[in-house]
């Protein structure tokens, strides 16, 4: 891999992602693979989060979606969902300086009632203290799962055609945006997705319509810097076509 200096030389900050969303997966088998307990993987996931997380800010990306926590992710056993539940509560205590000195807003997008009390009060407070930060919007999707949210769309859409307060006929993308949770973000550019994996589980299925997918092998603990500037230079060099012709 090339230094630093190098990557970040091949950047284009004009043409940077507007939006950047992050399947981090990996956190287990990089575990694993040292003889350590899955909950040793998402401590040193927690990590590359800061990492990533100042990276993107530091390099001009505007709004950086992270998966930390699916619906799926509930049907864990009970120990690893405990954990994980601590160690964002432990992560956001720690990290409102992070969000704070880079300049950073927090977001958080899923079914946050379904989290325990301690996580959704945490979040709330870091939500607020952060609201007026202008750098980058940091977005968590916590408790997430896009057919979920898609459900509570067509719900609350159709909660507003039976009470007459918008028309069938009005319904377009742009009434579908307005109902998703991510409303107040622009369509995802670039999806990360690490470990080798190559599919989507249930990660913003709308909003990844003309996404560019990046895909590596790298466990979620060893995501670096350079990992993500490698990733950025590979979706500089695509061509977006949106349907059309070059
Ligand atoms: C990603 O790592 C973190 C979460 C899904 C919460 P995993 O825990 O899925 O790790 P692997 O995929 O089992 O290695
Ligand atoms: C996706 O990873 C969810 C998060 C990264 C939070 P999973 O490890 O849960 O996904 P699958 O089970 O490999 O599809
Ligand atoms: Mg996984």
Redesign the pocket.
């Known amino acids: 891999m090339q230094n630093k200096m190098e990557l970040l030389d091949q950047i284009n900050k004009e043409h940077l992602p507007q939006h950047l969303a992050i ?3 990996g956190n287990g088998r990089w575990a694993k693979r040292k003889g350590m307990l899955r909950a040793f993987g998402h401590e040193n996931g927690a990590k590359s989060v800061r990492v990533t997380v100042e990276s993107c800010a530091k390099l001009g990306v505007k709004n950086l979606t992270l ?4 619906t ?2 509930w049907n864990r056993p009970k120990v690893e969902v405990d954990t994980l539940m601590k160690l964002l509560v432990s992560s956001l205590k720690k990290e409102i300086k992070t969000l704070q000195s880079n300049n950073i807003r927090l977001n958080a997008i899923g079914n946050l009632t379904n989290l325990p009390s301690g996580v959704q009060k945490e979040l709330q407070e870091v939500i607020e203290k952060t609201s007026e930060n202008t750098r980058m919007t940091l977005t968590l999707a916590l408790s997430y799962g896009s057919r979920e949210e898609l459900i509570q769309v067509v719900k609350k859409i159709a909660h507003k055609v039976k009470n007459n307060i918008i028309s069938e006929e009005a319904i377009d993308e742009s009434i579908i945006n307005q109902h998703l949770y991510t409303h107040n973000l622009p369509d995802v550019d670039l999806v990360i997705r690490t470990s080798g ?1 190559h ?1 989507i ?1 249930n990660f913003l299925l709308w909003q990844i319509a003309y996404a560019e997918f990046y895909f590596t092998e790298v466990l979620w603990p060893d995501f670096s810097e350079n990992h993500l500037y490698e990733a950025i230079i590979s979706y500089q060099k695509r061509e977006r076509r949106f349907g059309k012709t070059s």
């Open positions: 399947i981090m997966d998966y930390a926590f699916s799926e992710n994996e599919r589980s």
